[in-house]
């Protein structure tokens, strides 16, 4: 893998500190980039840290609940200290509070999903962005949604809605981003093997309906997602905005 494709970038991972966001920040720092990962848990973003330590580009952990404008204040301004401006943004943090039949969502659940999944890129959009059209360097922006913001999914009402808001989201702002060489994209996992995911994998009965009927029978690997993002956020995608990449072993193709 070339490994300096991404040097002098700095790059911004929400939910870095494991799962698909810890594979999309290795992915990036490994292709040169330095990085700055966020979360709520320090721990976990320490040790990820600590885990990247040889690769080409530095990894800076930094602590933040991304439902909380304030945090996210802080959180531009510890990334600009630490590595300058952000040139890719990787809006990955996400929370799943609504499980369960529609009707009995409450407007907590709801409010708090927004918050999370939908509000936080555009807070961060809105932080991050206007540096990038007065360096006129351009950048990429990378929305990490779901394949159950394609098609319904039953008792995910709050997560299905709020990962096709993102969606729709990433193809506005391609539109009026774009003329500033600003690119935006969205990812759309299928169901990868992360701890945020496990009531699903850990489900014998889901996995053997998987198994039956994915064109690729398995469950993916965060690596598999990391290979996107890094794609998205390089010179090779430079042509590419406004467009959703589903990456889910071909469960969307039937």
Same mark, same amino acid.
């Given at each position: 893998?070339?490994?300096?494709? %991404?040097?002098? #970038?700095?790059?911004?991972?929400?939910?870095?500190?494991?799962?698909?966001?810890?594979?999309?920040?290795?992915?990036?720092?490994?292709?040169? &980039?330095?990085?700055?990962? &966020?979360?709520?848990?320090?721990?976990?973003?320490?040790? @990820?840290?600590?885990?990247?330590?040889?690769?080409?580009?530095?990894? &800076?952990?930094?602590?933040?609940?991304?439902?909380?404008?304030?945090?996210?204040?802080?959180?531009? @301004?510890?990334?600009? #200290?630490?590595?300058? !401006? *952000?040139?890719?943004?990787?809006?990955?943090?996400?929370?799943?509070?609504?499980?369960?039949?529609?009707?009995?969502?409450?407007?907590?659940?709801?409010? #708090?999903?927004?918050? *999370?999944?939908?509000?936080?890129?555009?807070?961060?959009?809105?932080?991050?962005? !206007?540096?990038?059209?007065?360096?006129?360097?351009?950048?990429?922006?990378?929305?990490?949604?779901?394949?159950?913001?394609?098609?319904?999914?039953?008792?995910? %009402?709050?997560?299905?809605?709020?990962?096709?808001?993102?969606?729709?989201?990433?193809?506005? +702002?391609?539109?009026?981003?774009?003329?500033?060489?600003?690119?935006?994209?969205?990812?759309?996992?299928?169901?990868?093997?992360?701890?945020?995911?496990?009531?699903? +994998?850990? $489900?014998?009965?889901?996995?053997?309906? %998987?198994? #039956?009927?994915?064109?690729?029978?398995?469950?993916?690997? !965060?690596?598999?997602?990391?290979?996107?993002?890094?794609?998205?956020?390089?010179?090779?995608?430079?042509?590419? @905005?406004?467009?959703?990449?589903?990456? $889910?072993?071909?469960?969307?193709?039937?």
């Amino acid at each position: 893998m070339q490994t300096d494709i %991404l040097a002098g #970038k700095t790059a911004l991972v929400t939910g870095g500190g494991r799962g698909i966001g810890k594979a999309i920040a290795h992915r990036l720092a490994g292709a040169g &980039a330095n990085v700055v990962i &966020a979360s709520r848990k320090l721990e976990n973003l320490e040790a @990820t840290a600590h885990e990247f330590h040889d690769l080409p580009g530095k990894t &800076a952990p930094f602590a933040c609940h991304v439902g909380r404008k304030s945090d996210l204040e802080g959180l531009i @301004t510890f990334t600009e #200290k630490m590595f300058g !401006p *952000v040139d890719i943004l990787v809006n990955n943090s996400a929370t799943n509070i609504g499980q369960g039949p529609a009707l009995d969502v409450s407007d907590e659940a709801i409010l #708090k999903t927004l918050e *999370v999944n939908v509000l936080a890129a555009h807070r961060l959009i809105k932080l991050t962005v !206007p540096r990038m059209i007065e360096r006129g360097s351009g950048g990429s922006v990378i929305n990490v949604a779901s394949i159950a913001g394609l098609r319904p999914q039953p008792h995910g %009402l709050v997560y299905s809605f709020t990962k096709a808001g993102l969606i729709m989201m990433t193809r506005v +702002w391609a539109i009026e981003f774009g003329p500033h060489n600003i690119r935006v994209n969205a990812i759309c996992p299928g169901l990868i093997e992360t701890e945020f995911s496990s009531f699903f +994998w850990k $489900d014998e009965h889901h996995m053997a309906a %998987l198994r #039956k009927t994915q064109p690729i029978p398995r469950i993916g690997a !965060p690596e598999e997602i990391g290979g996107m993002a890094l794609f998205l956020a390089g010179p090779d995608s430079s042509y590419v @905005t406004g467009q959703t990449f589903v990456v $889910d072993g071909g469960a969307t193709a039937k």
